[in-house]
């Protein structure tokens, strides 16, 4: 990308630095070469782009995707998640290890970096799998994949169950000072459920995962990292008491941060309604208190990262009964609509809002974009913040289209999305 | 100097000895390395005297440096098979030592798996006893011969800046040489992963380091220690290449420590795990092999010296207060 090319009448949203202001910015090299008022029509450029008084922000960060890429390419492949990611604003994911094979080598970290590289439209970052085959017995070689360019390290979607193996896991990553996630749940207690435990499951007559599942395996891991040190993501989190819990360690000094799917502040349990298996994920829509809860929590800052939970499933997998339906959702494309109309529903201020898909997880990570910076990559997302429409799942970029939006109404929609100041997506 | 009367009937550990012991103890080990080093190695200072090796875990350094100590005194020296003995048929260890006391050993070196056991023996035998290493507490004889090996390279080991690297949590070696080191006036340093960091490690008297370039910084002396194979199978450390790749000593790590800094290693090596070959192999800096001389020395000296503490012989006494 040679040339400058200023996108001005833009209304600027920049989470990092609090800006809500119109200006525009200049994009030289990739690169955010300047911002503000002054870039106007006017500005010296070899392309312009008139805003038309649009939200201009820094492009998604989404710590939490997985493609099926390498091992199920019928879900999706890092190329169709890209896709989708651009339509969805989304400049950089993350992918989850639990692919097949599983990614806990440098070979394979090292792959999807390559892969991506080459195929995706956006930045693509591995995750590195903590423990061999995420089998929870043997940890992974966590330094050197570190160095091969792993964003953090998980167990994506199968717990550690093991203590003593976490706990050494946990400890020889403090040693690097690595980001550890860790979705917290209880297989024993979870097991084989569909949704949320409670009364509306039981008159579904179906299995529920109760919300301790998560508390005892969030209160494990959260002693575990005040103990060890390490720098803990509680991944996925989806209950009141779960946040109550990381809100409390952080406060005595644990380094914990926490992530919310947004399907998790957007749907309670009774949108499972009629067996609907997109509706089938873990953790499950829980009840509306939680779901106030986590928004309220959005409001005040306290959750870190909210993350689309990408997770694709082919038609064979979920036209099923809702008992052997995968479970998963697809989300990338529905994280920013989805977060903006919280924004409009339910009066979360905008700007915290978008700090949890820009700079909130760039901070866990060390990123320098996911911020309207001089010298930040130009990895930028324009929105209309309140445009109406309902979301059709054939319309999906997704090879996989398992959306609990799917006929749902969303406010804001995503216009253009730009990588390192080159365009990756332009509605039609 | 000469005259100091070393006050302990036994070597359970380096704790509890004061500077003047540790001192002592040197000394004598820097003269029996004058005889070691002559054609004729006898001195029959425990002429008459019997020796008993008990070593509950294999050995063959230790077991052998002994061995050889105890003969160049002029000690009968015997060397018990536990592995095959009557500790296999179910006998407990207090009956094992009973019934070794009964046969009059004068002095009785113990190595066992279980931190503490030679302690416990200690209580139930009349004679000296020597720890040769119990569990991950402590192996006195190998912090001694280090503290000799480094004090005749480098004169004062006051003001040294000594590392030791690798697996410190499972280390009787590290245990025992940090308190030698500290009470002879070094500033030590642990250098390893955080799994294998004992907790409370920073409390030793040692400042502890994860990353080994940052912690060689300024050191005058890297002891290397040795990583068993079963740490490396994914519990504690994820794989051996791993392991070398952050802390194995080679050529780059080391030339973060001071220009000249020595190599040591209590051996037996894992060569390409927890050091380079050509770092073991280093003609002016790898002090390995001296360790292995001074060990006998040393073990001479510990011998001499608890021997020479051995009350009058009477009846086997009831056990319970020794120490």
Redesign the interface.
């Known amino acids: 990308m040679t040339g400058r090319t200023a996108i001005y009448n833009a209304r600027l949203l920049d989470p990092a630095s609090g800006l809500d202001a119109n200006g525009g910015i200049l994009i030289e090299n990739g690169l955010i070469a300047d911002i503000g008022v002054m870039i106007t029509k006017a500005t010296v450029a070899d392309v312009k782009i008139d805003a038309k008084g649009k939200a201009l922000a820094p492009g998604l960060i989404d710590l939490r995707v997985k493609t099926g890429e390498p091992g199920a390419e019928n879900k999706e492949t890092l190329e169709t998640a890209g896709d989708a990611a651009a339509a969805g604003g989304v400049t950089t994911f993350i992918v989850m290890p639990d692919t097949d094979p599983v990614l806990d080598s440098v070979a394979l970290v090292d792959f999807i970096k390559r892969r991506a590289d080459s195929v995706a439209k956006v930045k693509v970052l591995p995750t590195g799998g903590l423990t061999i085959d995420l089998d929870g017995a043997k940890m992974s070689e966590i330094g050197l994949i570190k160095q091969a360019g792993a964003a953090f390290f998980t167990n994506g979607d199968k717990p550690v169950e093991d203590a003593g193996v976490l706990r050494r896991a946990m400890s020889y990553a403090a040693s690097f000072d690595v980001l550890v996630a860790s979705r917290p749940d209880t297989p024993s207690l979870s097991k084989n459920t569909v949704m949320n435990a409670g009364a509306f499951a039981a008159r579904l007559g179906l299995r529920g995962a109760p919300p301790e599942a998560e508390w005892i395996a969030l209160a494990r891991d959260l002693m575990l990292a005040e103990t060890t040190g390490v720098r803990l993501l509680a991944d996925c989190i989806s209950t009141a008491r779960s946040l109550e819990a990381v809100e409390s360690a952080r406060a005595s000094g644990v380094k914990v941060s926490c992530s919310v799917a947004a399907y998790s502040l957007f749907f309670n349990e009774l949108d499972v309604g009629d067996y609907l298996t997109y509706c089938k994920v873990q953790p499950p829509f829980r009840v509306e208190a939680d779901r106030m809860a986590l928004i309220d929590g959005l409001k005040r800052g306290a959750i870190d990262a909210v993350v689309s939970a990408h997770d694709p499933q082919p038609t064979e997998d979920k036209r099923l009964p809702i008992a052997d339906a995968a479970y998963g959702a697809v989300g990338l494309e529905t994280l920013l609509p989805a977060l903006l109309s919280l924004v409009v529903r339910e009066d979360v201020p905008l700007l915290a809002a978008l700090k949890t898909i820009t700079s909130g997880p760039a901070d866990l990570l060390g990123l320098p974009q996911g911020r309207l910076a001089k010298g930040a990559p130009a990895d930028l997302v324009l929105f209309d913040l309140t445009a109406p429409w309902a979301c059709d799942r054939d319309d999906l970029s997704s090879r996989s289209k398992n959306s609990p939006f799917d006929g749902r109404k969303l406010e804001g929609k995503v216009l253009r999305t730009w990588v390192d100041g080159a365009t990756v997506f332009e509605r039609g | 100097m000469a005259d100091y009367a070393f006050p302990h009937r036994h070597l359970l550990g380096i704790e509890g000895l004061n500077r003047l012991d540790i001192e002592t103890l040197l000394e004598l080990g820097d003269r029996y390395v004058e005889l070691n080093r002559s054609r004729v190695k006898h001195a029959n200072v425990l002429a008459g005297q019997t020796l008993v090796n008990l070593f509950f875990e294999n050995s063959t350094r230790t077991q052998g440096s002994f061995e050889i100590a105890g003969r160049r005194l002029g000690a009968d020296v015997v060397t018990m098979p536990i592995a095959t003995s009557s500790v296999k048929k179910g006998e407990t260890l207090i009956d094992t030592a009973m019934t070794l006391n009964a046969m009059r050993p004068d002095l009785l070196v113990i190595r066992h798996g279980s931190s503490g056991a030679v302690k416990l023996l200690s209580r139930k035998v009349d004679c000296a006893v020597i720890n040769a290493g119990d569990g991950t507490h402590e192996h006195p004889t190998q912090a001694l011969l280090d503290a000799l090996t480094i004090r005749r390279r480098v004169g004062d080991i006051g003001g040294m800046r000594i590392a030791i690297c690798g697996d410190i949590l499972h280390s009787r070696v590290a245990r025992s040489n940090v308190a030698c080191l500290n009470v002879l006036g070094a500033e030590v340093r642990l250098i390893a992963?955080?799994?294998l960091t004992p907790p409370g490690a920073g409390d030793w008297g040692a400042k502890v380091f994860?990353d080994m370039r940052e912690g060689l910084k300024g050191c005058d002396v890297v002891m290397m220690l040795r990583l068993q194979q079963e740490r490396m199978?994914?519990?504690?450390?994820?794989?051996a290449?791993?392991f070398f790749?952050?802390w194995g000593l080679d050529e780059e790590k080391l030339s973060h420590a001071n220009p000249g800094a020595f190599i040591m290693h209590p051996g037996p090596m894992n060569r390409g795990v927890e050091i380079e070959s050509g770092i073991a192999d280093h003609k002016t800096r790898s002090l390995i092999t001296e360790q292995v001389e001074m060990g006998v020395a040393i073990r001479m000296a510990v011998l001499e010296t608890l021997a020479r503490n051995a009350p009058e012989i009477g009846a086997p006494k009831a056990g319970g207060k020794n120490r």
């Open positions: 992963p955080r799994t994860t199978d994914g519990a504690y450390l994820p794989s290449r791993e790749h952050f």
